[in-house]
């Protein structure tokens, strides 16, 4: 018996002695308190000791190393294999240790994106000719030559630089505001080129492979609305990814761009299932027209901005690649129709990642792949050949030109899909010259490799397309969850219209009704991630959408069936909408596919708003798509109405123009929409329509917009919204000692720059009272408070309002 068993015996009570192990585990656990506490005071000495050895600037005594841009093994390596025209090597290496350039691209569905373009070159361009960053002049931005209608743009201007400068403090807050919006993305220049070669189509049903963090997505987005007029195009986009964390970072890209028609989808892309869709009353495969395969690579063709690449390079890293990038290509073009196009991209350099992949895959495709021609796309774009031949070499230099070399012991690590195909005539007939490689130094971009594979027939292993797994025989009954929890009786039944015919699913429903796509049961899928809600469409009887539909008299052609929440029970506080194809998707794959989210948010519920005539208002994110259906509570703005909207918080009605007085005069209270069509006439006006939502109240009228949307609309308007950080000389000082207080920090100001009627939008500071609510017009610094509130929560006190009628924006 121990010391402490002892003393714990003599001094407990027996029916304390029983409960012993928990005493004697509460004194450890002090004990290690204890000697945890010694550690984290010696550890503070320790930091202590080590700030006082630093220099003045918080940094150790001759600052840290810089990473050395060499490495011996990448040049021996790209040196053989001659990828760079011969006398290029030099300008090629000398490229690669300079920064990239930074470039962003212009959304270019949108209908203001013409709008930007003309503000980027006419003010913001313009105002960098003269600008100096450390005693150099700046280079003025160009257009990338090969994008369509000059929407990329390259400056040789870092991001450091941008962030940093003062001088640029205005152009850098433009374009983080935008970006925000989902009106300019700051993307790689050679990035761009996978999603224009794709040729996309609004009618094409496309798969983005792995698509975080999701800048090419956005491209095919924009693709799929290239006309604005159709709210629900015919296609729709999956974007996949394998890492949970990093899908969410793909939902924030893709809603940027409101679209009812992406879904993000959490898979392993090397064996992403099947899906099925309903097509005239069967099930059959879901099989994509345009396939993105961007597939995880060494990324060797990004140490301009990546600089660890420079000293973790090593060939190792393309060997271990090689095989799941080979998989997932071929699960691409597994799932690629007939006729359809998919690109295959690497950001890496290396034929082991690039040529041999593409090589063997056409190889065992046995002609139903070929490589497609795009030397006339994109013209502008210096590009080079794929090459033919190449060996393979290990890390620590040993090369192999061929399979048969290998010794047994690295058969593990280099496969023969790795090497070129000795075979002259069938090299020859893969046609690998139409691959593209991007040199850097050709057009001061990063490097990259694409390849566009056309398909013309099935798979050799894949004739018979593949057969629907059935949890049920034939005939059976298999129950189906609905919003209500009750169960449907659903018969499935396997048709085969003869040997070679694809195998279809006739679904024959006795009651049907919409059901609960939740996440799939499978034990495997809740290992990883987060376990999301389900996605609940409406049902024909449920009670919410019939007010909905008087209030904002909704064209009979809205599709009421495509409309969704994210909760099976209790109250719905936000209604979501998907096109008719996603639907399909969700209600037909909700027990294989892992979604993390679909939809845009198209009304909120206000509670306040039941005594109005209607629980939901709408939402701005989803407002260009409702739009067209709304035949109710719509107002025709002028700019100047529009103006004064987004500029006070809540502005009485006498402040708006008589002609939306009158059209206001007699409204119900609620939500509103507020439209400002162009006038052709004057061109010196913003030229581009613009939809607001609004909320009515008994003497005033605010806009619920986000704060950078309202930023961007004001931009267009000609009122530039800039926050200007101004800074006092002690404040260096003060930083390096530690000592800022709060109350010496300079609050931020908003500079004001109007057009011509720039004193309508500047009265005199007064106070009023709105329904016992005391209101500030607005001038400049009250206008930068109007607008730094509004990003906040949209709420706040207006919901308290005496009149129950400036009802705020409560969030769930």
């Keep these: 018996m121990s010391t402490l068993t002892r003393a714990l015996r003599r001094r407990l009570p027996v029916c304390l002695w029983r409960v012993r192990p928990r005493f004697v585990a509460l004194w450890r656990r002090g004990a290690a308190g204890v000697a945890g506490a010694m550690g984290r005071r010696q550890r503070q000495r320790q930091q202590q000791q ?12 001759g600052g840290y190393p810089e990473i050395v841009k060499e490495n011996a093994l990448f040049e021996h390596y790209y040196g053989t294999l001659g990828i760079v025209p011969q006398g290029e090597w030099e300008d090629f290496m000398a490229t690669l240790r300079e920064p990239l350039p930074a470039t962003l691209r212009i959304t270019g569905y949108k209908s203001h994106a013409k709008e930007i373009l003309h503000c980027l070159k006419n003010k913001y361009f313009k105002e960098l000719e003269n600008q100096m960053v450390d005693g150099q002049k700046i280079e003025m931005p160009q257009p990338l030559i090969w994008y369509p209608e000059e929407l990329a743009w390259q400056t040789s201007l870092s991001r450091k630089v941008l962030r940093k400068s003062p001088e640029l403090e205005k152009f850098h807050h433009f374009l983080v505001s935008e970006t925000e919006c989902g009106n300019i993305s700051r993307q790689e220049a050679v990035s761009m080129i996978p999603p224009l070669l794709l040729n996309v189509q609004p009618h094409h049903k496309i798969l983005d492979m792995c698509a975080a963090p999701g800048s090419k997505t956005a491209q095919l987005i924009e693709m799929l609305h290239a006309d604005m007029n159709v709210p629900f195009p015919e296609g729709f986009v999956i974007a996949n990814d394998v890492d949970n964390k990093r899908c969410y970072l793909l939902v924030h890209q893709a809603k940027r761009l409101n679209s009812p028609s992406i879904l993000v989808a959490n898979h392993d892309a090397s064996s992403i299932p099947n899906l099925q869709i309903t097509t005239n009353g069967k099930k059959e495969i879901l099989f994509y027209d345009r396939i993105l395969c961007d597939v995880p690579c060494s990324g060797d063709g990004t140490m301009r901005k990546n600089i660890d690449v420079w000293k973790k390079w090593t060939t190792q890293n393309s060997l271990q690649l090689h095989g799941l990038q080979l998989r997932i290509a071929t699960r691409g073009v597994e799932q690629l129709a007939e006729g359809g196009r998919m690109v295959y991209s690497t950001c890496s350099l290396n034929p082991i990642e690039n040529e041999a992949v593409i090589a063997s895959l056409l190889e065992k495709s046995e002609g139903a792949l070929e490589l497609a021609d795009v030397s006339s796309e994109l013209p502008g774009l210096k590009r080079m050949p794929g090459i033919t031949k190449w060996k393979v070499m290990t890390k620590d230099g040993q090369w192999f030109e061929d399979w048969k070399e290998v010794p047994s012991n690295r058969q593990t690590q280099i496969r023969p899909t790795m090497f070129p195909l000795k075979d002259e005539e069938k090299l020859k007939a893969l046609n690998l010259e139409r691959c593209l490689r991007i040199l850097p130094h050709h057009q001061n971009t990063g490097g990259f490799f694409v390849a566009v594979l056309i398909k013309k027939s099935h798979m050799p292993w894949n004739k018979r397309q593949p057969k629907h797994k059935q949890s049920q025989k034939t005939g059976d009954a298999m129950p189906v969850a609905t919003e209500q929890g009750s169960s449907e009786t659903v018969k499935v039944t396997v048709t085969t219209d003869g040997k070679d015919e694809d195998p279809m699913v006739t679904e024959r429903t006795e009651v049907k ?300």
């Design 50 to 61: 080590q700030k006082r050895e630093r220099g003045p600037g918080g940094w150790p005594e």
């Design 513 to 812: 009704k919409d059901g609960v796509c939740g996440p799939p049961p499978s034990k495997k899928m809740k290992l990883f991630g987060f376990k999301e809600d389900p996605f609940v469409f409406l049902s024909e009887e449920d009670a919410l959408f019939p007010a909905i539909e008087t209030f904002y008299a909704l064209d009979p052609s809205f599709p009421k069936m495509n409309l969704l929440t994210r909760t099976q029970e209790g109250k719905k506080r936000q209604l979501y909408m998907v096109s008719k194809e996603i639907r399909n998707v969700l209600l037909n794959n909700s027990e294989k596919l892992k979604v993390i989210n679909t939809g845009i948010k198209v009304w909120c519920r206000n509670s306040d708003g039941e005594q109005f005539g209607c629980a939901f208002r709408l939402a701005q994110e989803g407002i260009y798509t409702l739009y067209p259906f709304i035949n109710a509570r719509i107002i025709n703005a002028s700019i100047e109405d529009v103006k004064v909207l987004l500029t006070e918080e809540n502005p009485f009605l006498s402040k708006f123009s008589t002609e939306a007085c009158s059209q206001l005069k007699g409204m119900a209270m609620g939500s509103i929409v507020l439209k400002y069509e162009p006038d052709s006439t004057k061109p010196d006006t913003l030229q581009c329509p613009i939809v607001l939502c609004g909320w009515l109240g008994k003497t005033s009228l605010r806009a619920f917009v986000p704060k950078n949307e309202r930023m961007h609309y004001l931009r267009m308007m000609g009122v530039e919204v800039f926050k200007a950080k101004r800074k006092e000389e002690n404040i260096e000082e003060k930083t390096e000692a530690g000592s800022i207080d709060a109350s010496d920090q300079i609050p931020e100001e908003m500079n004001l720059e109007c057009g011509a009627k720039e004193n309508n939008l500047l009265p005199v500071e007064s106070e009023d009272e709105l329904n016992g609510q005391s209101v500030k017009e607005p001038t400049e610094l009250s206008i930068a408070q109007n607008l730094s509130s509004s990003n906040k929560k949209e709420t706040a006190k207006d919901s308290e309002d005496k009149d129950n009628g400036d009802v705020g924006d409560k969030k769930d």
